[in-house]
């Protein structure tokens, strides 16, 4: 006869399930959870929580870049047909031209509203971005007249030819631009059109002084003031990518006012 292979009642043996029995209110309390895995479980959420604050912070980034850049005014064309330009240098060349508002002079086509021209300037960053200069051209340069009649393409290729250096990009700003700067970071905005380069050169720097200061960067909000102001009276080459300008922005973190120097244009 066959016996049977079950284990005797309240015993274990090979394949039998125990399940545990219910506890009591008079049962020990249970032992507490190993501090390691405690530890783990807390750097976890952590870890969840800093990455959900670093995606809030990014998306806030990437829409303020987004509305600040959106305003930005374009200019068509500022390099359109430029044939044997000057060869290409270390850092960055930005050809300035500043603006006053009204038909104090000829009206510059290729910009909107009424706007003269104040000033035509050169500014040449450093490759490291830890300095830079803003150099004036002359009357006798012939840039100015050229700026207010004719094409920016055509603007671009007289201050080549005149400086011998190559452009790399094509900014208008609104003189007022930087007066508002300077009433922002508590400078005098005080300025009177029509001044010559050493005043504006001093008027420059003042507004830059007051801008461009250590605490800048530790402030967003300051800096996204800054940044919004700047775009409102400014207008740029259309070639000029967003990804660009955010990158010369992040290059220029450590550029500081006493770093700028501000000089007269020579001829190429």
Known sequence: ?????????GTTGPGTIRIPAPRRASD??????????????VVRRLAWVVAVLV??????????????????????????????????AAGRT?????TRPGAAGPDVPWLDGDQSVEAVMLVEVAADGLSARVDTLPASSGVRATAADERPS?????????????????IAVDWDTFARLAATNGADPAYVY?????????????AMEATLHQELRKRPLDLYRALSTTVDGTAVDDGWSVLEMDLLVLGLRNLRSLDITYAMAQPG
């Open 94 to 98: 930005f050809l300035m031209v500043g």
């Open 28 to 41: 020990p309390p249970l032992a507490p959870e190993p501090p390691t895995r405690r530890r783990r479980s």
């Open 194 to 206: 029509g001044s010559g380069p050493e005043v504006q050169h001093e008027y420059l720097q003042q």
């Open 55 to 88: 995606l809030v912070v990014a998306l806030a980034g990437i829409l303020a870049n987004a509305v600040v850049v959106g305003r930005l005014e374009r200019i068509d064309g500022a390099f359109a047909g430029l044939t044997d330009r000057p060869p290409e």
């Open 154 to 170: 055509a603007t671009v290729a007289a201050v080549e030819a005149w400086s011998g250096r190559r452009v790399d990009h094509l």
């Open 1 to 9: 006869m066959a016996t049977s292979s079950a284990s005797p009642r």
